[in-house]
Each structure stands twice: as C-alpha cells, then as structure tokens.
T-cell receptor, first 115, second 116 residues
Framework: AQKITQTQPGMFVQEKEAVTLDCTYD???????LFWYKQPSSGEMIFLIY??????QNATEGRYSLNFQKARKSANLVISASQLGDSAMYFC????????????FGTGTKLQVIP | GAGVSQTPSNKVTEKGKYVELRCDPI?????LYWYRQSLGQGPEFLIY????????DSGLPNDRFFAVRPEGSVSTLKIQRTERGDSAVYLC??????????????FGPGTRLTVL
C-alpha cells in the first residue's frame, strides 16, 4: 500500500516570495512516480510536476520544482516567485510504476498568497 | 485540444434515487479513472479502465456503485439507491495508458453530487 502525508493544512506566503510545501510518502514499491496537483476553487485538478523514483535530477517546470530526497521519502514542492493566482489547494500524490497508475493522494495543503 | 469533460457539473438528487455521471476523456487516451473527493479530503480512487474493461474496481465502496466504458472512450459512473453519504465531487481522469510506464493523469472539472 502507498501512503502520502502532507502535514501542513494551510500555508501563507507573501507575493513574489518562494514557498515550500511538504510531502512525505511511504511505499514498498521499488519503482514509483510522484506528482503534485493544484486544485483552485473551481475544483479542477491541474497537473504541475512529476518525479520518477529513479530520476537522479530533481524535476522542474517553470516556477515549480520538486525537491526529491529518496532516502528521506520526501517530495517537497517549491514554488518560486509566488503569484496571487497560486492561491489554491495543492495535493501531493504517487503511483506505482510498472503497472496501472492508481493514484494515491495526500490530504492537501491550502496555500494563500498575500499581496 | 479538448481536455477531460464531465457532465453534469452539478447534480442534486433525493435519497434513494439513481444517478449517472458521465466522463469524456481526452481523445486517444486508453486509460480512464474515477475518483471521489469528499470535502476537505484528497481524491480517493474508485475504478480504473484500460480500454473497455475495468482493470481495477477495488475502490468502489459497495455494489450500489457501477461504471461502464462500452466503447473504450466515454465512461458512465452509475450509483443506485443514493445515500446522503454519497455526496461528494466525482472526478474523472484519463491518461495515455500502457503498462510499464508512468502516465500523467489529466483530470476533468468534476461532478458535484448532492444527495438530499
């Protein structure tokens, strides 16, 4: 079984500052994928970034980067230069590799960007 | 290109009624997933289709829930004898599919189901 833990129910960040959203995971799989999704108040889940367990480099997508520390089983999301439109729920998620991709989600972190 | 679409966006029904929720995946995506998201929670897996067949329905809570994908494209989630506890947002996602790879799942806007 896979488990995702997000310990920050809510976070505030000043506009233009960077923010780190924490995520730890637990799995017995050797190969897996880690994701972050953004869910604005409209409700749609928006894919942000993906990290494979065997990827040596941390994933980056524009202002998003994933700080992957395999030994610690953590996959923190870093958002640089926060914008007001970044205010949303953020979900960390994972899937097993080598098979179908049933996604296991964390409970989410609500990020609010302050002008 | 068009993303995943879901209809209706909102559904209000009475306890005991039958409802159908529809999902139209991204064209060419062979894998389709249904999730349920309760208030304040992350989405929870319900069922996964690869093509027309349900490859994993282990997340369906009970036999009142059923889903089909008869032609390998559009899927319908069916809930019989609805209960107030079924109230949630039902999310559909699709991906390219294919074992041995990690696909990114793309989500639809969801259907908000309210059972009175």
């Amino acid at each position: 079984a896979q488990k995702i833990t997000q310990t920050q129910p809510g976070m505030f960040v000043q506009e233009k500052e960077a923010v780190t959203l924490d995520c730890t995971y637990d799995t017995s799989d050797q190969s897996y994928g880690l994701f972050w999704y953004k869910q604005p108040s409209s409700g749609e889940m928006i894919f942000l970034i993906y990290q494979g367990s065997y990827d040596e480099q941390n994933a980056t997508e524009g202002r998003y980067s994933l700080n992957f520390q395999k030994a610690r089983k953590s996959a923190n999301l870093v958002i640089s230069a926060s914008q007001l439109g970044d205010s949303a729920m953020y979900f960390c998620a994972m899937t097993p590799s080598g098979g179908y991709q049933k996604v296991t989600f964390g409970t989410g972190t609500k990020l609010q960007v302050i002008p | 290109g068009a993303g995943v679409s879901q209809t209706p966006s909102n559904k209000v029904t009475e306890k005991g009624k039958y409802v159908e929720l529809r999902c139209d995946p991204i064209s060419g995506h062979t894998a389709l997933y249904w999730y349920r998201q309760s208030l304040g929670q992350g989405p929870e897996f319900l069922i996964y289709f690869q093509g027309t067949g349900a490859a994993d329905d282990s997340g369906l809570p009970n036999d009142r829930f059923f889903a089909v994908r008869p032609e390998g494209s559009v899927s319908t989630l069916k809930i019989q004898r609805t209960e107030r506890g079924d109230s949630a947002v039902y999310l559909c996602a699709s991906s390219r599919g294919g074992r041995g790879t990690t696909d990114t799942q793309y989500f639809g806007p969801g259907t908000r189901l309210t059972v009175l």
